[in-house]
């Protein structure tokens, strides 16, 4: 199948190769040590993301700190002291991350220690200091999976303190003298009950409390390094959860910060006293809002240098050097050295040089009416030379992918994404639509989706692909639904519940049946299952289970008529792979087409970019055929990856 008129409508415009887009990033994740001595970022080392450090003053000098061989160290971080560099790491997906340290004075390569060294364990961090430099609290689950025990971490020496045995709550805040101060569990309503802790006994009675509504848009924000002012972010009274001091003294609460129509998000502090001095909100676009005078002048004189958006991303201890990205939304994000002093801006890196000059295509933030009034914050973006007038409209209306978001309790949000440049690219319209039950726009719009997975939920969705075919940019019978998680939920929702309004649909370790997902969360997850219940429906009740199936994909497989791509990770501790494995069962037993890619090395996603590459060449091709947009061909991409093909193979022309 061929839409020529798609496909000429960009067939003068370069394709970006799946491999600019999607490989690795030649620096991502930059920091500056605390001290100020050292500059650190992630780069590529035998094909796979490693940790590389240099000289503040000679960054051009690195040494690589870390040899992960196999998959991508996701996340690392400066030790407060400055003397060593952690990270955590987890095998093949399963999601028990374990910390590392590496010390700052080590060779190229070598003395990486795991300070975390158990079987089946996850390690969360709990608290840090600014005045105790070697030493963070952590919790570990080595003990009972579903309960982090806190102990006390010496950075330096490995050595574990036991400080608190858990066997009942979901997470604490400490203080900056890394004592316990509080203890938080969900209670009967599926809302937060916090209990003070004093000398390291849990008060019985908690002083602060949540229904479900406001249970995940209310919580502590961190005490001040003196311990006089603890924050919150808070929509108890109230719909956007708004930030406010409260003195520890007194109890006194003062607001601080809040927005009409999106929540509170980061906040900005003084590196020494854990004040607040500036503070960010994001409805269509981020807002950075400075409260201490200096950090505004900053943020005045950035804001005169760089093109599109910006934001802090490490700091020195004495905030006189920041590193600061840029994303200037149609070219790749970079990072820059700020020197507060003698005001330079010097450029640090660009995260994927190979798209500087590269046709990235703008992104549209658009409010689209749902059917009964609600405002769905949405972002469009439109193939290359579609819209010659930049209105946002298409000359004519284009094959479109609706891009579902994960969670659902997340959200969509402005600016460089690879997923939009990827399919407008290819000659589609994309539309990412933060649909009710998205996080960021206040309580009311979480809970306006609880059990409406299959519901309203979805009607947000299929309103947002009307709204997109009456404005004349998407063509009617070329729409194409996406997702990975809750996306890839939403897209078996989509080809079950509605399967005439879409065309064909790609399933990313989405559930299939809300029944067994439930029943195979990872233990960790227990201490808040109360909210899973309340908000996508009770499994312990016989009409609570009835109404899971009720909203199931599984159970109407024999309803889907339009071609399905499903990508699976074997280790998946979220969504297990019989997840994917159970309706691929159900549709080929009904003679319905299903093309089934599993990764035996990957979980809740692909990380690896060998393997995202080769599902993304996959489903490339599977939307060119079905909807006629242009796709590279899939090479010898698979080779390099470890994709199984379990079925359908012949539905993506391979």
């Not at 040590?33 to 590529?44: I, N, R």
Request: hydrophobic share 35%; proline share 6%.
């Amino acid at each position: 199948m061929t839409n020529s008129t798609a496909a000429d409508r960009v067939s003068s415009t370069r394709l970006i190769s799946r491999d600019d887009l999607f490989g690795n990033p030649s620096r991502a994740g930059g920091k500056i040590s605390p001290d100020g001595k050292w500059v650190s970022w992630m780069a590529p080392w035998e094909g796979v993301m490693n940790v590389f450090m240099a000289p503040a003053d000679d960054p051009d000098n690195p040494r690589r700190m870390t040899s992960a061989k196999d998959r991508p160290i996701p996340q690392y971080f400066w030790a407060p002291d400055s003397q060593s560099l952690l990270y955590i790491r987890d095998k093949e997906g399963d999601e028990n991350f374990l910390l590392y340290t590496v010390p700052v004075t080590a060779e190229e390569g070598a003395e990486e220690k795991c300070l975390t060294p158990f079987e089946d364990t996850r390690v969360q961090v709990v608290g840090g200091s600014e005045t105790i430099r070697d030493k963070i609290l952590i919790g570990l689950n080595n003990r009972d999976p579903r309960f982090h025990d806190v102990h006390l971490l010496n950075l330096n020496t490995g050595e574990l303190e036991l400080v608190f045995e858990n066997n009942e709550w979901a997470g604490f805040e400490a203080d900056d003298s890394l004592t316990l101060r509080w203890a938080v569990r969900q209670n009967a309503a599926g809302g937060t009950d916090m209990h003070e802790i004093v000398n390291g006994v849990v008060a019985e009675e908690p002083r602060e409390t949540t229904g479900l509504d406001d249970a995940l848009t209310t919580g502590m924000a961190g005490y001040t390094t003196d311990g006089s002012v603890l924050y919150w972010l808070d929509s108890r009274g109230r719909d956007t959860a708004a930030l406010f001091a409260e003195d520890t003294a007194t109890g006194e609460r003062t607001l601080i910060a809040e927005h009409d129509k999106a929540d509170i998000g980061g906040t900005m502090r003084h590196a020494k006293t854990g004040v607040v001095q500036a503070y960010s909100v994001t409805y269509l676009r981020t807002e950075h809002h400075a409260i201490d005078p200096d950090i505004g002048s900053a943020f005045a004189w950035l804001r005169e240098r760089l093109d599109g958006d910006f934001g802090v991303q490490s700091r020195t201890d004495d905030d006189r050097r920041w590193l600061v990205w840029n994303d200037p939304l149609t070219g790749p994000i970079a990072s820059y050295l700020f020197d507060r002093d003698t005001e330079t801006l010097t450029q640090f890196y660009v995260t994927k040089p190979e798209l500087e000059g590269a046709p990235l295509q703008t992104m549209h933030a658009r409010e689209i009416k749902a059917r009964d009034g609600l405002t769905l914050p949405s972002y469009l973006t439109l193939p290359p030379q579609s819209d010659p007038d930049a209105t946002g409209i298409p000359q004519a209306p284009v094959a479109m992918v609706l891009l579902v978001h994960g969670g659902p309790w997340a959200r969509d949000g402005y600016g460089y994404n690879r997923a939009h440049q990827w399919l407008a690219n290819r000659g589609y319209a994309v539309l990412s639509v933060n649909f009710r039950g998205s996080t960021g726009f206040g309580k009311s719009f979480i809970s306006a989706g609880d059990k409406e997975w299959s519901g309203k939920m979805h009607d947000d969705l299929i309103d947002a692909v009307e709204w997109a075919i009456e404005q004349g940019i998407a063509e009617r019978d070329k729409v194409a639904i996406m997702g990975g998680s809750y996306g890839g939920y939403a897209t078996l929702v989509g080809l079950t519940f509605t399967p005439d309004v879409f065309a064909c649909g790609v399933d990313i370790v989405g559930p299939s049946n809300l029944e067994t997902l439930l029943e195979t969360i990872p233990p960790y997850w227990e201490p808040m299952v109360k909210q899973f219940h309340e908000r996508m429906g009770d499994p312990t009740t016989p009409e609570g289970v009835e109404f899971l199936k009720s909203i199931s994909p599984l159970y109407k497989a024999n309803e889907i008529t339009k071609p399905l791509l499903i990508g699976q990770g074997a280790n998946d501790p979220r969504v297990k792979q019989a997840e994917s494995d159970q309706i691929v069962e159900a549709m080929e037993r009904d003679g319905v087409p299903v093309t089934y890619v599993l990764f035996p090395d990957e979980g809740h996603g692909f990380a690896r970019p060998e393997n995202n590459i080769a599902f993304n060449a996959i489903a490339e091709n599977f939307l060119a055929e079905v909807l006629g947009g242009r796709a590279e061909p899939v090479g010898d991409v698979l080779e390099a990856s470890t994709a199984e093909i379990r079925t359908g193979k012949e539905h993506v022309g391979l």
